[in-house]
């Protein structure tokens, strides 16, 4: 689904991720990365596979909106300790077979992380926020417009809309966009989200399958 | 709070506590028995204690002393008797006198006697009852409770020494038999006492005690299992189950004649009995005309949310009764409940309104009146809360039925037949559920661990278990150490092998499971807190998600003001207005038993003879007649050897009413399955839904020819398949697995604060589900999920029967003009979702009358 959001039309996918195509920019927030390896080590079962799928799932996606830039919106990574040797190569496995270039923003998760960052992801670029005018890159949401000519694009909330209509109730991924942010959902396939309720300053945009709603 | 504040409040509390404390005399006892364990021959032993009964005025009943022989033949077996006829006596009995009458077991005080409750609220009732006849015969026995509520303080004085007799529950055993060196301080117990066995049972938790039970046999050779049961049909099954296979359990039933009489409250027109709901309060006025408060009054609701709504509707009603009512349920906090329990034994108390919180054993004095909101919707269970009344062996029982809805009037007659034919219903006990056996092996693992050999064996000693297979019993023992189901995860951390022995890899993870054991699902409760005051209870977060700061709500019988939810708490201040709005609590609607659909469909027989004119007179009959003709002229009412279907069209569609009379979980389960198979024959979108009489099925197309639609409901060909793929299936697979995920310890629990500091490992058990399905698609515990919905929620053997049943009667397919009386609830089952509360009752008393015109 294509908005328009500062006189820039973006694209909503519901792979749940963003596309910029000014730029040729897909924006991917919260993939926690090692998450199932982070559970494994507490003795909590996750099965491993997700990660590796998600993984492809991206590659699926870059390919298929022909991007030459990804950027990480945060929380690349679950937990230092979840980043296993295997963790470490699938990913790296996957920046080698992306030809553009790929820039990470850190999240919280990944603060661990960042003081002893893999080698074999050196050409993912790290940064605290990354800013191409318009908009302004970051993970954490901000309460209220810092800049008033910027758009803020964050991750971190994992934001999920319920939709009830009597007890039939569905929790859907999606998008929350209001006049100066708008927040992206979790593009990890074994991360939980938090209900967002409706403000009436805001749009949102719920993933069902491969199909995406504005709710 | 001020310090001040908090000595007063804790003076307060102990100033509610009422009776002598256990504890206390407990410790008076310790210092007694250093200097005097008597020495009684086993005669004296039995003089004494029958001495003691007599001077209490009683003569043990028969049925006592053949327990207390039979424990003493070294025998174990099943009581059952009803609620209140003294099975606590009879099963301590047999134990206690041997006690006293073992010369050295002054010396070597050892644990003894464990007797095991399901309710930790009875704990210290029991461990009170069973104090008295020791204090008063000045035998030197101690006897004390470990609960979940036990203080760590006291808990750490159980780890230096235990008591003779140790009242427990099921889930604070499993956590006993955690610590070092169980093994020795316990392997002298002599009797294994389960209290309330028939709620047990047919539980996951009572799967989960069958476990721990089978652990502990193993290394108390001696001890004597007596399960102590109310009513239920299969009592031979429960004594197995309870004992242990390879035991040969002794049955002791009492034969105490009891004879319950059930009366239906009326209306003067029956107008005013809705045809459809669940709360009742339409009955108000008549109920109040039959509370007394010269007399003691129990009044029984279905559910802690309709608990709530009547004890505020009763006391607009009569305000002056604020003083002497109270209100009882399994949320409400500790010390208020027990503040009503004395209330109760003390007399202040006249009217308690109340749910199943108050059916089990808690032992006070009887009540002269028990009304009961509702059906029970179980024979065994209306004959439970009878026992409420007159509590006292051999008088009659005296119950009264409010109806919530007209088919409500039918059903008190049909108990009233069930009663007096004597039938009662099963419990059933799970068939080894994997979630229990995972949790079984991680109880196990705590200190040296366990071998794995010793394991099976005493897994397959319990007869739920014994038919665990080689390769459950591997893909058990390799998910706890390997994480892995079809494959291993080299990550995993949790249990190693060390010598042989499974065991925990770190202390850690030992501390982490412990908070885990125990498999009671309960949704994630949010404690409710008056602002610098008192806990009042707890209520679901689902509910508390929905309130905004400043809503009123009625809580505990009080009116509070939401103000905030911080750490899991929700902060309230009492409120002067009313609210309309009762907390709700999950929990579903009690389906019909299978005994009790029977002699259902008996009366709505009857009810069609009446009309006809055949003489089938009973004050319910008669009352219905005005709608039993109603529903004749527009529609039929069956035979008992006849199933009524009716079809309409409205401007929503198509309708398709069945009536089954079995309960709505398996109408429920028949409705989408008949609503998958008919879509699948053509296009359409069909709505299911069910009560306890039947179910609708309402389309946009034309649902299908008659000899479909019989095909559709009767066919036995692919049927599970057709159940997995019906609609709400899946839906119903995750809500299973919830409890699954929980019992198998899948999801980090904890404390909540310790919950808030281990954010990055919570994972919810909805998800967990779709991840297991996604990856591990045949994963055992999933296949368990299936299993859960098809045995505890479709009862799919009952589905069958039912199936079978139709395609042996008659169907009656009867296109009705209008909404018939029958019809009528199961319309308003599917629109009420679409409505608030207030908007649907005015809606359907609005209805109700066009019906009826």
Same mark, same amino acid.
């Given at each position: ?215 | ?593 299978? &005994?009790?659909?029977?002699? $259902?469909? *008996?009366?709505?027989? /009857?009810?069609?003879?009446? %009309?006809? =004119? !055949?003489?089938? @007179? ?108 019906? &609609?709400?299936?899946?839906? $119903?697979? *995750?809500?299973?697995? /919830?409890?699954?995920?929980? %019992?198998? =310890? !899948?999801?980090? @629990? ?104």
């Amino acid at each position: 689904m294509r908005i328009r959001i500062r006189n820039e039309w973006v694209a909503l996918l519901p792979e749940r991720a963003l596309f910029w195509p000014t730029h040729s920019l897909l924006v991917v927030a919260d993939c926690h990365l090692g998450k199932a390896e982070t559970f494994q080590q507490q003795g909590l079962w996750l099965p491993s596979q997700s990660g590796p799928q998600d993984l492809k799932r991206l590659a699926a996606l870059v390919f298929k909106v022909d991007a030459q830039h990804v950027l990480f919106l945060g929380d690349l990574v679950h937990s230092s300790s979840g980043v296993t040797t295997a963790v470490v190569m699938e990913f790296s496995q996957w920046l080698s077979e992306f030809s553009g270039s790929v820039q990470v923003v850190l999240g919280n998760h990944d603060a661990g992380l960042a003081r002893r960052w893999p080698q074999e992801w050196a050409k993912a670029e790290r940064c605290e926020q990354v800013r191409i005018e318009p908009f302004l890159f970051r993970h954490q949401p901000v309460d209220g417009p810092l800049e008033a000519d910027t758009f803020y694009w964050v991750g971190h909330v994992h934001p999920m809309i319920q939709l009830a209509q009597g007890p039939d109730r569905v929790r859907l991924p999606g998008f929350v966009i209001n006049d100066w942010q708008g927040v992206l959902p979790a593009f990890s396939s074994v991360s939980g989200g938090y209900d967002v309720s409706l403000r009436p300053d805001e749009r949102r945009f719920g993933i069902a399958g491969d199909r995406i709603y504005e709710l | 709070m001020s310090s001040s504040a908090k000595v007063l409040r804790g003076i307060q509390r102990l100033n509610r506590m009422g009776s002598p404390r256990p504890r206390r005399d407990a410790e008076e006892h310790r210092r007694a028995r250093r200097n005097a364990w008597p020495t009684l021959s086993h005669e004296e032993a039995w003089k004494e204690w029958n001495g003691w009964f007599e001077r209490q005025g009683w003569s043990p009943f028969p049925f006592q002393v053949e327990v207390w022989q039979a424990f003493e033949a070294g025998r174990s077996g099943l009581v059952a008797v009803p609620t209140g006829s003294g099975k606590t006596y009879a099963a301590v009995g047999g134990p206690l006198l041997s006690l006293i009458a073992c010369p050295t077991a002054g010396h070597q005080p050892a644990l003894t006697i464990l007797y095991i409750t399901p309710l930790k609220a009875l704990a210290r009732d029991i461990a009170q009852a069973i104090q008295r006849p020791l204090d008063e015969l000045g035998w030197p026995i101690d006897v004390d409770l470990r609960t979940g509520d036990t203080t760590a303080t006291a808990r750490r004085k159980f780890k230096e020494r235990l008591p003779h007799v140790l009242v427990t529950t099921p889930e604070s055993l499993a956590i006993l038999l955690s610590d070092p060196g169980w093994e020795d301080c316990m392997h002298g117990v002599q009797a294994i006492i389960l209290d309330e066995w028939h709620e047990l049972m047919g539980t996951k938790r009572g799967s989960l005690l069958e476990l721990t039970l089978a652990r502990f046999r193993a290394v108390a050779a001696g001890a004597r299992v007596w399960a102590l049961s109310a009513t239920i049909a299969n009592l031979e099954e429960a004594a197995s189950v309870a004992v242990g296979s390879g035991r040969d359990p002794t049955i002791i039933r009492a034969d105490i004649p009891r004879h319950i009489r059930i009366h239906c409250l009326l209306p003067e027109s029956i107008q005013r009995c809705p045809w459809f709901g669940y709360s009742g309060l339409s009955l108000l006025p008549e109920v109040v005309k039959q509370i007394d408060p010269g007399q003691s009054t129990l009044l029984f609701t279905n559910t802690r949310s309709h608990a709530e709504r009547w004890y505020q509707a009763i006391l607009e009603a009569k305000p002056e009764w604020s003083n002497v009512m109270a209100l009882h349920h399994g949320s409400l906090d500790q010390d208020e409940r027990q503040r009503v329990e004395d209330g109760i034994k003390s007399g202040t108390l006249r009217l308690v309104v109340a749910t199943s919180s108050l059916d089990l054993g808690v032992d006070f004095p009887p009540v002269q009146n028990v009304i009961q909101i509702g059906s029970a919707k179980s024979i065994a269970r209306a004959v439970q809360r009878a026992g409420r009344a007159f509590h006292r062996p051999g008088e009659d029982t005296f119950v009264q039925l409010c109806p919530t809805n007209v088919m409500e009037i039918l059903e008190a007659s049909a108990l009233r037949q069930g009663m007096q034919d004597g039938v009662l219903e099963e419990r059933t006990p799970l068939n080894k559920p994997l979630d229990v056996l995972v949790q079984c092996l991680l109880n196990a693992s705590f200190n040296e661990g366990f071998d794995p050999t010793d394991l099976s064996r005493d897994v397959r000693s319990a007869v739920s278990f014994r038919t665990v297979t080689d390769d459950e019993w591997s893909w058990a023992l390799g998910f706890i150490r390997s994480g892995g189901a079809l494959s291993s995860y080299p990550e995993f951390r949790k249990v190693e092998v060390l010598d042989g022995r499974y065991r925990f890899v770190s202390s850690e993870m030992a501390r982490r499971h412990k908070m885990n054991i125990g498999t009671i699902l309960s949704d994630s409760g949010v404690t409710v807190q008056v602002r610098g005051g008192a806990r009042l209870g707890m209520i679901d977060e689902t509910f508390v998600a929905k309130l905004r700061p400043g809503d009123v709500i009625q809580f505990g019988g009080r009116t509070v003001q939401f103000l905030q939810l911080r750490d899991m708490t929700a902060y309230v201040k009492p409120a002067r207005q009313r609210s309309p709005v009762a907390a709700v609590w999950s929990g579903t609607i009690l389906p019909l038993s299978v &005994q009790l659909s029977f002699y $259902l469909r *008996r009366e709505v027989d /009857r009810l069609r003879q009446a %009309v006809e =004119g !055949l003489d089938q @007179q009973s004050p319910e009959i008669e009352a219905l007649l005005p709608i039993a003709h109603l529903q004749s002229s527009r529609s039929r009412i069956p035979s008992a050897a006849q199933i009524l279907i009716e079809t309409c069209r409205t401007a929503e569609g198509h309708h398709l009413f069945v009536y089954t009379w079995e309960g709505w979980s398996v109408n429920e389960g028949l409705g989408h399955l008949a609503a998958y198979r008919l879509a699948r024959l053509r296009p359409n979108t069909i709505a299911v839904s069910a009560t306890n009489y039947g179910f609708e099925l309402l389309s946009t197309e034309p649902l299908g020819s008659e000899r479909e639609i019989t095909q559709a409901l009767t066919a036995f060909d692919g049927l599970e398949n057709d159940i997995h793929a019906s &609609q709400n299936f899946p839906e $119903l697979a *995750r809500r299973a697995f /919830r409890e699954i995920a929980r %019992v198998a =310890g !899948l999801i980090y @629990q904890g404390t909540p604060a310790a919950r808030k500091t281990a954010r990055h490992l919570q994972m919810s058990a909805s998800l967990l589900f779709d991840v297991f399905r996604e990856y591990e698609p045949s994963h055992p515990l999933l296949a368990q999920a299936f299993r859960d919905v098809n045995e505890r929620q479709l009862q799919i053997d009952r589905l069958r029967g039912l199936m079978r049943r139709m395609g042996e009667q008659e169907l009656l397919i009867v296109p009705i003009p209008r909404l018939t009386p029958f019809a009528f609830p199961l319309y308003v089952e599917r629109i009420k979702s679409r409505l608030s509360t207030e908007k649907l009752e005015q809606r359907v008393a609005r209805l109700q009358r066009e019906v009826f015109r």
